[in-house]
């Protein structure tokens, strides 16, 4: 006899914000992409951990060249009102999304595409160059139709559709609870029976808070079960109280850039060196983020490639390093190098002014104080910071997290290409060598391992040292302590919590082996 999930049961989540678009092709905010996840399917889906999973798709074939991509769809696909789901739908999507009018903000993802249809179950995209991280678009949720395609470009804002709207996605909306103003306070959802997947286990009943105070204040009163994207020090206090944090990646690198066209003395790799040496990860992870993150010692996670075998980091280990290239502290405890008649060794460190990066801020300043290095940290609000540091490259040093994508493609942030604005190589690094390796990672269909290519990337980038680099910080979801079945992909948006949910469950029910078997091919 073994336990297999059964349906039962309703998860109750808090979010902040109010639904307005939850339309695959307008959805901007956490909420409205929330919804769109739920009711929404795409050809693929979001798989745990790194890669992708046939949805809509049953499967499908990248020609030789990676210029023309082939899918073919379940057969017998419906959406929530009953109507079929076939290869017309999709190219609908697609032309839609690419139609200016329309003013999708997933229109850049398609430039260049072009889709064709192959017969009711088959449809065809032909890219004009190879792009290797193409599959992370079919994963925009197909749209019905029959029910959009009579709406003009100038109503497609407006449509009743884009708060009650008709999926195919894992659930259906049942109910929307207003307040008198006519703002939706909650949506209830029940399990699309004919979802591709399979029926999801368990209801869904998605409540709406103004601000952060007051989805944290339902949580604590048990008005709701689980909340998304909570701060590392609620997450202590939830777990304490028998919630269950959940953990996933955020592809996201926070680092310290070296501007060294404004402050030369990044240009010593001597310096660079002693900076990185100096600063030890987990100490520093679990001050800023109660230790909830991953360190990194690279551009990339260990996740992604392998680690440095030695990392060790000390302030000992930096002062003999610079001890041995012959900078020493004078008198008045500052770092130079008499011989070369330098300067003291000082630098202004730009962050914006959000508590965890304060910390962080003020732990390396006092490391690197302790190596004679006088550091001048200057906080801004994140929009100041955006216009009037980061775009004119207006520091010497930025600490700063880069949102490098679920796919990690860091060609945005270090191809030389991208070194001034409105490019995002906030280190204005260049390289040859590195350009080519991102151009082959991103565009080569001759590249047979990617993990190869970032490996070499990586090591090229470290060998270069144009940044320290700190941390990957988790994405956190506390559930309640009797939710079972969650496996979270890596997290680019918080709605990709919700791409594994048909497999959610409450319950489960002692049958014989056989049948369990038997049960896991439906």
Do not use: C
Not at 34 to 56: F, I, N, W
Not at 67 to 96: M, P
Not at 286 to 294: K, N
Not at 352 to 364: G, Q, V
Request: glycine share 6%.
């Amino acid at each position: 006899m073994v336990d297999v999930p059964i349906a039962g049961g309703n998860l109750t989540e808090g979010i902040i914000g109010s639904p307005r678009f939850i339309n695959p092709l307008l959805a901007t905010s956490d909420v409205d992409r929330d919804l769109t996840t739920l009711v929404y399917s795409g050809l693929l889906r979001l798989a745990p951990g790194l890669g992708y999973e046939p949805d809509l798709a049953e499967s499908y074939e990248v020609s030789d060249d990676g210029l023309t991509y082939t899918f073919h769809l379940r057969k017998n696909l419906r959406w929530s009102d009953g109507e079929d789901l076939t290869a017309e739908d999709v190219l609908f999507t697609i032309k839609r999304v690419q139609d200016q009018a329309y003013k999708s903000p997933r229109r850049g993802s398609w430039n260049g595409v072009t889709i064709s249809k192959v017969d009711d179950q088959t449809v065809q995209f032909s890219l004009k160059k190879p792009y290797n991280f193409f599959l992370e678009n079919t994963t925009l949720g197909i749209m019905p139709m029959h029910l959009w395609e009579k709406v003009k470009p100038e109503q497609f804002p407006l449509a009743s559709l884009n708060t009650n709207p008709i999926g195919s996605g894992p659930y259906e909306i049942t109910s929307i609870n207003k307040d008198k103003a006519g703002i939706p306070l909650s949506y209830s959802l029940k399990p699309f029976k004919k979802f591709a997947l399979g029926t999801p286990r368990i209801n869904l009943t998605l409540h709406f808070y103004n601000n952060e105070k007051e989805l944290l204040s339902a949580l604590e009163n048990s008005e709701i079960g689980s909340a998304s994207a909570i701060t590392p020090t609620f997450a202590n206090d939830l777990s304490k109280k028998g919630y269950k944090i959940i953990r996933a990646p955020l592809p996201r690198t926070f680092a310290v850039f070296l501007n060294s066209s404004r402050n030369q003395i990044f240009i010593d790799p001597i310096i660079r060196q002693a900076l990185d040496l100096s600063i030890n990860r987990e100490p520093l992870i679990q001050e800023v983020l109660s230790g909830y993150g991953v360190p990194l010692y690279g551009v990339l996670p260990k996740s992604i490639v392998d680690e440095p075998e030695d990392k060790t980091r000390s302030i000992a280990q930096a002062k003999e390093l610079l001890k041995d290239n012959g900078w020493e502290i004078n008198d008045q405890g500052e770092l130079e190098k008499k011989k070369a008649k330098t300067g003291p060794v000082t630098f202004t460190l730009a962050t914006a002014n959000i508590n965890e990066l304060k910390t962080a801020a003020e732990i390396l300043a006092q490391n690197w104080g302790k190596l004679g290095i006088k550091v001048n940290t200057e906080v801004f609000e994140p929009g100041d910071l955006n216009q009037e540091v980061i775009r004119p490259r207006r520091y010497d040093a930025l600490l700063f997290g880069e949102v490098v994508g679920r796919d990690y493609d860091l060609y945005p942030f270090w191809h030389s290409s991208q070194r001034l604005d409105p490019g995002l190589n906030i280190a204005l690094y260049v390289n040859n060598e590195t350009d080519k390796l991102l151009e082959e990672i991103r565009e080569s269909s001759e590249v047979e391992n990617l993990r190869e290519k970032y490996q070499e990337l990586s090591d090229e980038i470290m060998e270069d040292q144009p940044a320290i680099f700190l941390y990957q910080p988790d994405f956190l979801y506390a559930v309640p302590s009797d939710l079972k079945g969650v496996q979270l992909p890596i997290i680019a948006s918080p709605a990709d919590r919700f791409s594994g949910t048909y497999k959610w469950y409450y319950k489960t029910d002692r049958v014989w082996s056989i049948f369990a078997r038997i049960a896991s091919y439906f």
